[in-house]
């Protein structure tokens, strides 16, 4: 079993439509959560960082942590098709090593 | 402030080759990590780089090694390739340790034929 479980979809929604992205973990020390953003031909970008459970939000995402079910979710509002891409959670306890699920393809039709 | 730089872009190795990717990490940040990116897969840690020290290593043979220089920028030397080897390679580079948003450069994407 991987500590980290994604979708790799893909994910075809139309513009404007709300996007749910979703990931599981097993390990229960992951305390820091994140959203890279991952381009064609391009290195990852972060998105969102969030730390515990809860929600954070910046502009039209929302990212939220449950660590009681071990589940994480990014939500992109009003998306545009320049939020195409692939869309990668990442978490870590802290320490060195960052996990990275193997990121959801998103395709936001015109 | 320039960001992460890595060098090649592109490469094509055969089997049993030795290769060397470089990178330069962003100003400022002193610790650089790597990443090995198969395609549609997520990004697997190989190891991290700290003050010229490596600070943490993941699930990848001895035939992956790096190294960083005093001005922290990094190299990833991988001997001895296999066809598995064909991957993204992408460093990424933090001001300090422990610190969680990594910045990442766009990768040197190698081929073993």
């Known amino acids: 079993q991987k500590e980290v479980e994604q979708d790799p979809g893909p994910l075809s929604v139309p513009e404007g439509a709300i996007v749910s992205l979703n990931c599981t973990y097993s390990?229960?020390?992951?305390?820091?959560f994140m959203w890279y953003r991952q381009y064609s031909r391009k290195g990852p970008e972060l998105l969102m960082y969030?730390?515990?459970?809860g929600n954070k939000e910046d502009g039209r995402f929302t990212a939220q942590v449950d660590k009681s079910s071990k589940y994480i979710s990014l939500f992109i509002r009003d998306s545009q098709p320049s939020d195409s891409a692939t869309y990668l959670c990442?978490?870590?306890?802290?320490?060195?090593?960052?996990?990275f699920g193997a990121g959801t393809r998103l395709f936001v039709k015109a | 402030e320039t960001g992460v730089t890595q060098s090649p872009t592109h490469l094509i190795k055969t089997r049993g080759q030795q290769v060397t990717l470089r990178c330069s990490s962003q100003?400022?940040?002193?610790?650089v990590s790597w990443y090995q990116q198969a395609l549609g897969q997520g990004p697997q840690f190989i190891f991290q780089?700290?003050?010229?020290?490596?600070?943490g290593r993941g699930n990848f043979p001895p035939r992956f090694s790096g190294l960083q220089f005093p001005n922290y920028s990094s190299e990833l030397n991988v001997n001895a390739l296999e066809l598995d080897d064909s991957a993204l390679y992408l460093c990424?580079?933090?001001?300090?340790?422990?610190?969680?948003?990594?910045?990442f450069g766009e990768g040197s994407r190698l081929t073993v034929l």
């Open positions: 990424a580079s933090t001001p300090g340790l422990g610190e969680g948003e990594l910045f």
């Open positions: 390990n229960s020390a992951f305390q820091y």
């Open positions: 969030t730390y515990s459970s």
């Open positions: 990442a978490m870590h306890t802290g320490g060195f090593k960052t996990i």
């Open positions: 100003s400022g940040h002193n610790t």
């Open positions: 780089y700290y003050r010229e020290e490596e600070n």
